[in-house]
Structure formats: C-alpha cells, structure tokens
C-alpha cells in the first residue's frame, strides 16, 4: 500500500477500494495507465470480506440482467455482457482459489473471502496501481482535470472513477459521499432505499408470530416486482431469510408482501372428499408442509367455524397468498445493499461515463443498478468496474 505524498498525479483516480473500484483500477492498469485508488477505511475491500458469511459470494452462474434492479432495466445489459460470471470465474482458477455452487447458482470461497481480497491486491500489484488508505478526502475539483483534496496531499488526474457504493451497513463506513459528488456535478439521484433487507412486522402480526423467531420455512413471496421461492425466517421483530430479503428490493412502503405458504402443494383440499375431515386432519395436512409451531399458530389465526368444501377452499387461498403488511425495514444498518442511486440516463452503458462531465465515471452500487441476493452484485461490480477500466 502506498503512503500519500503532498502533490500526486496520476492518469486515473478512483475513489473507494471496494469490489468495483479495485477491478476498475486493475484494467486500467493492465492497459498501462497510472492508477491511485483512495479508501477512506484501514483496509481494502472491507465489505468483501464480511460478504457470504465470510466466504464471499463472488459471483452466480446464472447471471442475466433480469436480476437487476434499475429505473432503466437496459442500462447494465452491455457491461454485463462484456464481463461475464466465467470470466471471474477463470480468475478466481488462476489464483488458485477452491470454490463451490451452494445453491441457485450461488459461487462461495471454500475458504475465505481473504481470498478473494488477496486476489484483488495481487492484480493491483501486477498492474502498478496504488491503493492509498485511510485517506480523508477534503474536496473534489473539476477545472482542467481533476483534483482531489484529502488532509495531506493533493491527487490529480484527467479521470476519476466513483465507486463508493451505497449506505448500506455504516458500521463499515457506508456514507452518501459517492451522491454528494454526483450531485456536486449535476447528475441526478434516484431514491435510494435500503435493500436485501429483513422487514418489519406491523404490531399486531408481531404479537401473533414474532414468538416463532428462529422457525424457517420454504416459500414464495413477492412485493411489487418477481417472486422468490427460497426460504423465510422469521424473527424477534420481523421476517427475514432469503426470500424476504428479495422481496425487500421491491417493497415499498404502505403496500403488502405476498406469502405463498405452500408453493405448488394442494394442503386442504385432498380433504373435501374426506367424511372423517376435521381439526385434526387440517391439523396433520399442514404439519407435513409447514413446520409444526409455525403451522400450529397459523390454524390458530385462521380457523373456521366450520369444515365445510368452502372453508377448506378458502383455507387453501390464504395458505398461498398470506398478506403481511410490514411497518417497515431494519433500515440500512441491516441492508446488505442500497436501491437507487446515480441515474443512469446520465450515464454511458457501455463505459459507466458521465454524459455531462468528461472524464468522471460510476460504477458499483452508488449507480442506479441493485442486483438480487446471490452474487449478482458482485458480478455488477466486476462488470460495471471492467466497462470504466477498459474505457479508460
């Protein structure tokens, strides 16, 4: 790593030293180009390290551009295009990092995300860029160039690439520097909303379950956009787990989340033509779909008065479209990533350049581009950060 010095110049200057800024450098490198990369934090790829469980969900194979979020849905297709899964896969091999599918496409580390941060070092090193830490950046200027200000030095460049992603998780340093700056420049914001996120119980739906937290379950749910089959957990003030955390993306406040309990599974009405049909046999159907305390409580909310073909009818609709009306998100401290961000009419799809301000890119998750869980993205990072590096 690299010491500031009082006046430093360079061809491009990147702020933030996450997944799409060090990629971003590392092309730039390779084509020759003198790179600094200024992290406010200690350490590179902070939020790298933490991802997966500590295992780091690099990347999914089944990547496509429906799993991203963006006011413009075409916006990320080039980028994605151009750098695909297998190609970080192939340097993921190169370094010699074991890797596995978990599941749905998902790529892990067997090891460690240290890993995965080793490999980025290592690239930098091989292409001459410097990554400067700990760097408290004072102010950014635009006249011939442009000039970054932090409490020692002066770096100067034709170029500067953004990749200070979004607010999510400030624990680790999330800020809105990276819309500040965009902002500083003219470029317009779109809402920004906490993403991949667990969400909040209204009062009363959290008296009648949030005594079930830690009970999981397989289902499909849904707000406003796809639906997620994967499965939920529900906790001390919510509901959370995989497929929440996507719906999450979508939802926007007052509006519901969609429940199927029991995707693609008859649970009730086998029972219409059985003579014997009762509490226990509702009971003993939904304790083989759902697990027990979670199917016990849930009779308890939606019992009928009577067993009639009707009720158990509709029994079955509200097994598979449970409403829940959250009263809200555990906010950013728990977002894994931000909606919204620099807009991307203002951008190049095929570079990640400002159409107003030559030379001054974004790329990573302070753009307007929200992946699904799964590493998807990361993958927007290495894409986003190859089309910038490239163009540079």
């Known amino acids: 790593m690299a010491t500031e010095s009082t006046n430093e110049s360079f061809d491009v200057l990147v702020i933030g030293a996450g997944a799409a800024g060090l990629w971003c450098a590392i092309e730039a490198g390779k084509r020759g180009r003198r790179v600094a990369v200024l992290e406010h934090a200690e350490r590179a790829g902070k939020k790298i390290l933490i991802s997966g469980g500590g295992r780091c969900n690099f990347t999914n194979l089944y990547c496509q551009p429906e799993n991203f979020i963006s006011a413009n849905p075409h916006f990320a297709k080039s980028a994605l295009a151009r750098y695909t899964p297998r190609d970080f896969m192939a340097l993921v091999e190169k370094h010699g990092i074991a890797y596995h599918e978990k599941t749905l496409g998902q790529l892990f580390c067997d090891r460690s995300s240290n890993q995965i ?85 209204n009062a009363k739906d959290r008296g009648a379950y949030c005594d079930l937290a830690g009970v999981s379950a397989e289902v499909a749910a849904a707000a406003n956009g796809p639906t997620f089959r994967e499965s939920m957990l529900i906790t001390h003030r919510g509901l959370s787990g995989p497929a929440i955390l996507q719906a999450s993306s979508y939802w926007n406040s007052p509006a519901p989340i969609h429940v199927d309990l029991a995707p693609d599974r008859q649970v009730f009405l086998p029972l219409r033509d059985d003579p014997a049909r009762g509490a226990a046999q509702v009971r003993s159907a939904l304790h083989e779909v759902l697990p027990k305390r979670l199917a016990t409580k849930w009779l308890e909310l939606h019992t009928p008065a009577t067993w009639s073909n009707a009720a158990l009818e509709q029994l079955e609709r509200e097994l598979h479209g449970w409403t829940v009306l959250p009263s809200g998100t555990e906010g950013y401290d728990k977002a894994e990533v931000t909606t919204g961000g620099v807009d991307t009419d203002q951008l190049s799809s095929k570079t990640m350049e400002s159409k107003r301000v030559k030379g001054l890119f974004f790329i990573g998750e302070v753009v307007d581009v929200t992946g699904h869980l799964g590493g998807f993205n990361f993958q927007w990072a290495w894409a986003s950060g190859a089309a910038a590096g490239r163009a540079l």
């Open 117 to 201: 941060t080793g490999l980025l070092e290592a690239e930098c090193r091989a292409a001459g860029v410097k990554i400067f830490l700990s760097v408290r950046i004072r102010e950014v200027r635009h006249a011939d160039g442009f000039s970054v200000a932090t409490d020692s030095a002066e770096f100067r460049a034709p170029a500067l690439v953004i990749a200070t992603g979004g607010l999510s998780i400030p624990k680790m340093g999330a800020s809105s520097f990276g819309y500040d700056l965009a902002r500083q420049f003219g470029l317009k914001i779109c809402k920004t909303n906490p993403g991949l996120v667990p969400l909040l119980l």
